[in-house]
């Protein structure tokens, strides 16, 4: 058909078209679609996509575009690249708004990662970062092992590096596991413990019976005995180096201990409450921890005789 011909076919098809009812409308459109080969479909549907929806991602400004998915979670920018594919491909490109994303999440930002400018590349790396943390909020992200033994409740855990796990209960009982298998390795009694402390080849034991005692680990026998407390011992600190211990006590004081001859060289005082936490930060400094309200930071340099101590509240 010539140029002029078809023009004034065309013309009169949609004059006519415009007349008819939407049914007669309908019937013409499934004629029209059984009558388009291949080429003529593949061109509908790529023009179907800029006819029925209006994106306003290739209509407004790079700029205007990224300030308008500024106010969207990245969650509502994922659900958006599911709208259509070229609301896909725009909102992929917003390299800024992944990489904020990342961060925002906690996502681990290497070197190599800061000069990349793909926003593919942050997008993909929002997605895996945000999968490892829905998996870490719903305990899915580790293998998990119940460890089963104690008969009263588990008042402290002490971890040797390795694979073994120590365990302290009120029953009197320190159980040791193997965290790989989560089977009970070895087990061996001592007093109801409420703190206890690894050292080399010995476990000291923080108990509410007062004292603090020392035990083999090998063969579960009773080495030495600490006593001076008159309240439950919560809390232990060990500094080999210097032959060292640090105890907290319900008895509202601290002690520090020779390891070796279990001589108590000084009591610290000045509390009126529990001692619940101690902790030997560098040798020779040590930090008390009494309560929420109040900090004693201690000098302990015993190899020149020397105490000193100030108190934060």
Known sequence: MEREAFSIWKDSFKDRFIKLSLSQRLDVAKLFLKLCEVKELTYLITEMDGLLVRNFTRL????????????????????????QRSWNEDITRSCDLWKKSCIDIGCKVLKTDVGVNSGKF?????VHGSKCFHKLKSHQFHDTLELCGHKQRVYCLQYDGNDKLYS???????CIW????GSLFK?????????????????????????ISCWNIENGGHC?????????VFSLALNEAHDLLLSG????????WKISTCETLHVFHGHDCWVKKVNSVS??????????????CVNANILNNLITGVTFK
């Open 178 to 181: 193997n965290i790989n298998s």
């Open 224 to 232: 030495k005995s600490y006593r001076g407390h008159t309240g439950a």
């Open 283 to 296: 040798s020779p400094i040590s930090i008390l921890c009494f309560k929420f309200s109040t900090l004693l």
């Open 60 to 83: 407004l400004p790079t700029e205007v575009v990224n300030e308008i998915l500024s106010y969207l979670d990245p969650t509502s920018m994922l659900n958006c690249c599911q709208v």
């Open 187 to 211: 087990t061996f009694t001592v007093e109801p413990c409420s703190d206890i402390v690894l050292a080399t080849s010995l476990l000291y034991v923080g108990s509410f019976t007062c004292i």
């Open 249 to 256: 006590s319900t008895d509202q004081t601290a002690r520090l």
């Open 122 to 126: 942050w997008r993909e790396k929002f």
């Open 168 to 174: 302290g209960s009120g029953d009197g009982q320190i």
